[in-house]
């Protein structure tokens, strides 16, 4: 399954979310992650095609296959948690992906949490290349506000600059509610995903106006001029360049990870996923006072509605997820031949 191929008309196939997490993990095992790496890439790769978040569901398996074919990522790393003070966890991926390194930390970083009320992950020396809203996701369902952060390779132009320097650079942010599902948002600060810019290009669609510059630097909407030596734009100007460059500092200057301009693949051809830091901050709202936070998030809720808000950060997610489970993932059949014949290399 090449990322570059294009789309074409395929019938569709439904698909079970643990027989879809199944195959993923045989194929990560046959491509040189260890059980336990490809148990939790398996399980993100599936829940974001199963949430409709196509751009980090199956499409992102070649670009891990051929990373670990390249030998730039280590599939078998152990991360190394060490416990730094009473509000604050650092992990060394070990040069493997930052989801294994997490899910070390996870039980010790939400101890912290209730706690101190507050506690900080630092991951470093990692490669994170899914989709950030899943990182985020479960503390809520915990009843925990989780906020998180990761930088990437190279690909966008800071705003007033003429070459690019930060990566898209995702922010993603879960809260908990009262009579609902978590309040989730994973937001790129580009304006738009690198992965959503590459399934225009293999639709042979056009980008709106604003999203990125060709090798020239001048402005485009053709997504294949973006990816063949352009680069992306920042969301909102200067005021995305700015959260960019937070972004950053936070997930790169703090957790002693790679800015998203200090590593270099050209060694290792195939390499897709940079090799930066994460930072996580998670809180526990039952320190506050007054009334739960829980509450007083579905009061804001109810405060959107009121003033005509129909569609809340994550609903789509939530929506799709609810029919998936229902009737299955839905699949091309092409994809998922592709897929199964990963097993057969």
Known sequence: MSAQSPIVDSPSVFIGFNDLVGLLHAIFVKHGT???VASILARNCASAERDGAHSHGIFRIPGYLSTLASGWVDGKATPVVTDVASGFVRVDACNGFAQPALEAARALLVDKARSAGIALLAIHNSHHFAALWPDVEPFAEEGLVALSVVNSMTCVVPHGADRPLFGTNPIAFAAPRADGLPIVFDLATSAIAHGDVQIAARKGERLPPGMGVDSLGQPTQDPKAILEGGALLPFGGH?????????????????GGNFS???????????RTPWTGQLLIVIDPSKTAGQSFAE?????????HAVGLRRLPGDRRHRTRAKSQQQGIE???QDLAQLQALLED
């Open 296 to 304: 007083r998030s579905q009061e804001l809720v109810r405060q959107m």
């Open 331 to 333: 699949l091309q059949a």
């Open 34 to 36: 260890s059980p336990e």
């Open 261 to 271: 301009f200090e590593f270099n693949w050209a060694d290792h051809p195939g390499a």
């Open 239 to 255: 005021k995305g360049s700015a959260l960019s460059m937070m972004v950053e500092l936070l997930a790169a200057a703090l957790t």
